[in-house]
């Protein structure tokens, strides 16, 4: 796989003119956004009737479109997303709107999620200040030091069944039904009012369905679309030659450039994952609207030079478990093998 590495850090600060390449594409727009909401929330509500006929039938028709569903919901979080940055429409309003509405549906309450995203862009690639909104990462040094039930919480955390199974289904039906205590008013409300809107919408659904079925169905839709959607989360800032600094060598336009993945997907994935894959420009630039990722990444030379990670390479990420600081690299646990044997100053 190869290395997402744009240019040097000091060539990355020299490009002195980064804000006004981006600021060309931060242009929201009615239209491309409402045919977005109809071609992501019209089908998801269609599938959603269909699974209801063919539930009747054979549920063997069921869960392939459940499985559909769930990319159609991908692509609604990546909505929300855009909405909580305020980019999808030009109105702050219809932004808080349709944030709330695919909130609900994707079991995400708007503001909340919105306060905590902005500081994972802000802190991201930061060894210092990690732990809002990213996957639990340990450096090579804090992993040998740690205590034992430490290591197996962390080797638990990070093992792919948990990650990618378990992790979606507790984050977006558990963890998401209650405030962070930390959280100001309006994101304590956020989560209350979610948390009203998907009992409305679930007794509305339980009463078309019968409760029974609408559960089995929304808790599939929910975890084949969290885990998908924890896999784009995951390989878009743990992928070979990703960038992790402390505080005091950090640089913002460094951290987007090589510290988010551009993860190079087959036309039909990138579709259902409204463009996220172009992670670099998101995170340089948050307030540029989905729709419009593409465009920036193929006009601009700026972006000519970052290394895609394929699908097939992304896989690599997966052995991938601790930070090395020495190396500025990822590493396996295997890794520790060798570096456990090293010197203490060494390391």
Known sequence: MSKSAPAGKD????????????????KSEVWPGVWQLVNTL????????????????????????????????????????DCGHGSFFPSRRANDIVGFI???????????????????HAT?????????????????????????????????????????????????????????????????????????????????MSWVFGLKHYVLLQVLV???????????????????GVYWQRSEDWDYCTAALKGSSFYKLPRVLQWFSGNIGFHHIHHLSPRIPN?????????????????PITLLGSLKSLTFRLWDEQRQR???????????KQPQGVR
């Open 222 to 240: 929910i975890a084949v679309a969290g885990s998908a959607g924890l896999w784009l989360f995951y390989v878009q800032h743990q992928f070979d």
């Open 11 to 26: 060539q990355v600060r020299s490009n002195a003119n980064w804000k006004d390449v981006v600021a060309k594409y931060q």
């Open 291 to 307: 729709y419009y990722l593409e465009k920036c990444h193929q006009e601009e030379p700026l972006f000519q030079t970052v290394q």
């Open 102 to 120: 695919t909130g609900v549906l994707t079991f995400t309450p708007y503001h909340h999620w919105r306060w905590e995203h902005s500081l994972h």
């Open 42 to 81: 019209v089908p998801y509500a269609a599938l959603w009737y269909l699974m209801h006929l063919t539930s009747k039938v054979s549920w063997w028709l069921t869960v392939p479109l459940a499985l559909l569903a769930a990319g159609f919901l991908v692509r609604a979080f990546i909505i929300f997303h």
């Open 124 to 204: 991201s690639g930061d060894l210092d200040r990690r732990g809002t909104g990213d996957v639990w990462t340990l450096t090579v040094q804090e992993y040998l030091e740690a205590s034992r039930w430490k290591r197996f919480a962390y080797r638990l955390a990070r093992n792919p069944l948990v990650l990618f199974g378990i992790a979606p289904l507790v984050l977006f039906l558990v963890m998401q039904r209650f405030p962070s205590s930390k959280a100001a008013p309006r994101e304590r409300n956020s989560v209350i009012l979610t948390n009203l809107g998907i009992l409305v919408v679930g007794a509305g």
């Open 330 to 340: 990822l590493v396996s646990y295997r890794a520790l093998k060798t570096i456990e």
